[in-house]
């Protein structure tokens, strides 16, 4: 279990411990908790939920920016790796089909985690309606308790996320939402850290795809760890 050390050893060496990484823990510990409280629910509880007129512009959207990502590809798809289903995979997940959105978002990450070319997804009011709750509080975390952060959000690419980042992201809640095995899960973390480094080289400064993949390591941590527990 080398990597999973190594993973620990990145969560606590920190050189000075911010509140932003007090509140992402806090942010973990929520996240186990609405998943051991939900591991009953069934693939068409959000649509049940959902007023049909609000279903029915989802789909709409949805539809619409995966017809413009395939125009895309079709005008630049030989000079960069465009992903035509992540709004599908989004949605997918909104809906709570799990299993669809693991496997597009697995395809999506594969294609993207070695590619030259970073493509990312601008974070505007509208597209928010497509997040999770906690992704969503990971986009405001950073705006409430950092000032300088909402001038970033403007200038430097915080209104931005790059699709391998929010690929990754689905694929880690969805595998943990189905609950697959410690293998599987140390596969994905695997995948991070790849993903990490192509970001340590980015000109570009990524607060907001560093907070995420941070959250979903340490969310991934700590549902390997009750794993050994309970095991033991």
């Keep these: 279990m080398t990597y999973y050390s190594d993973i620990e050893r990145i ?52 539809e619409h920016l995966t017809t413009f990502r395939q125009l895309e590809t079709q005008q630049f798809g030989s000079a960069a790796t465009i992903i035509t289903t992540t709004f599908e995979a989004l949605y997918a997940y909104k809906r709570g089909d799990f299993q669809q959105c693991l496997q597009t978002s697995a395809q999506n990450s594969r294609a993207l985690l070695y590619g030259d070319h970073l493509p990312d997804i601008s974070i505007v009011p509208e597209f928010i ?72 080289e980015h000109p570009i400064s990524r607060t907001l795809d560093q907070l995420v993949l941070k959250f979903s390591i340490c969310v991934t941590i700590t549902h390997i760890q009750r794993l050994l527990r309970n095991n033991h």
């Design 11 to 62: 969560l606590v060496d920190i050189p000075e411990m911010l509140t932003s990484d007090v509140l992402l823990s806090k942010l973990t510990n929520s996240f186990h908790h609405k998943l051991a409280t939900s591991k009953k629910r069934t693939t068409d509880r959000g649509d049940k939920k959902a007023p049909a007129l609000v279903k029915l512009l989802q789909t709409s959207a949805v």
């Design 129 to 200: 309606e497509l997040l999770d709750d906690d992704i969503v509080s990971l986009i405001a975390l950073p705006l409430i308790i950092n000032p300088k952060c909402r001038d970033e959000f403007v200038r430097n690419g915080f209104r931005c996320i790059i699709e391998l980042t929010l690929s990754l992201y689905l694929m880690i809640k969805c595998q943990l939402q189905l609950l697959h095995p410690v293998t599987s899960l140390i596969q994905t973390l695997n995948y991070i850290e790849v993903a990490r480094r192509k970001l340590s």
